[in-house]
């Protein structure tokens, strides 16, 4: 079982930047692909970017794309989003979590089995 961290979440101004940290533990050898999602208060939870954990190819939503970069380090088993440019509109929990769907790294929630305890992300503008 792999066990999920995040850390990094706080406020930001508009047009400000922070960088989220998911640290994993346990057997994360069978992770294909991470993923970052959100859900923002009385909204759903919806996908922000995956990586690939073997080939480091990564998968942004529309919402974030130029804005948002996920990047892995493989010694660390840490994965990260650096989120710029932020909007009042990023303002949500993330979550970081784990896929063990081999062959897929979509933004579909259903293919993630494990999943962190999330932090917050507040944009003021």
């Known amino acids: 079982q792999v066990l999920l ?20 533990s346990g057997y994360t050898r069978s992770r294909s692909c991470m993923g970052w999602f959100r859900q923002a208060p009385g909204k759903g939870r919806e996908g922000v970017a995956t990586i690939n954990t ?3 190819s990564a998968d942004y939503a529309d919402s974030v794309k130029g804005r948002f970069t996920v990047s892995q380090d493989i010694a660390k088993n840490t994965v990260y989003l650096q989120m710029n440019s932020l909007k009042p509109e990023d303002t949500a929990m993330y979550y970081c979590a784990a896929s063990y769907v081999w062959g897929s790294c979509s933004l579909r929630i259903a293919d993630f089995a494990t999943w962190g ?3 917050q992300v507040t944009v003021s503008s």
Do not use: D, F, M, N
């Not at 961290?5 to 994993?24: K, M």
């Open 5 to 24: 961290v995040e850390s990094g979440g706080g406020s930001a101004q508009a047009g400000g930047s922070l960088r989220l940290s998911c640290a994993a």
């Open 54 to 56: 073997g080939g480091g």
């Open 117 to 119: 305890q999330g932090t």
